[in-house]
Nanobody
Framework: QLQLVESGGGLVQPGGSLRLSCAAS????????IAWFRQAPGKEREGVSC????????TYAASVKGRFTISRDNAENTVYLQMNSLKPEDTAVYYC?????????????????WGQGTQVTVSS
């Protein structure tokens, strides 16, 4: 079974940057479409960014486009989310998720595997 582990969260001031990592054991991440979701207190989980299994196409939520970048490092079997120009509204628990399907989708139930999440707090 695929196991995902997120890391890289923390406390950062507005305008700062963080890089989240999603690492996997037992299976290769390049066999999956990988997405980052986030969930803020009292809010529903929402899709943030995704990289497809086929073609490496990337997708971003409108709220993060131009600030966040998703990338794969197949040698490290890791997917990264580089987050720049962070805002207080980016504060949430961030999860990576894996889908054996070929294309990016925002439907949570499509993702069979999830990490435990990493907290990102943007505050002065």
């Amino acid at each position: 079974q695929l196991q995902l582990v997120e890391s890289g969260g923390g406390l950062v001031q507005p305008g700062g940057s963080l890089r989240l990592s999603c690492a996997a054991s037992r299976l290769r991440l390049d066999y999956y479409t990988i997405a980052w979701f986030r969930q803020a207190p009292g809010k529903e989980r929402e899709g943030v960014s995704c990289v497809s299994r086929t073609g490496g196409r990337t997708t971003y939520a409108a709220s993060v486009k131009g600030r966040f970048t998703i990338s794969r490092d197949n040698a490290e079997n890791t997917v990264y989310l580089q987050m720049n120009s962070l805002k207080p509204e980016d504060t949430a628990v961030y999860y990576c998720a894996a889908d054996p399907g070929e294309l990016c989708r925002w439907t949570i139930s499509d993702y069979a595997y999830w990490g435990q999440g990493t907290q990102v707090t943007v505050s002065s």
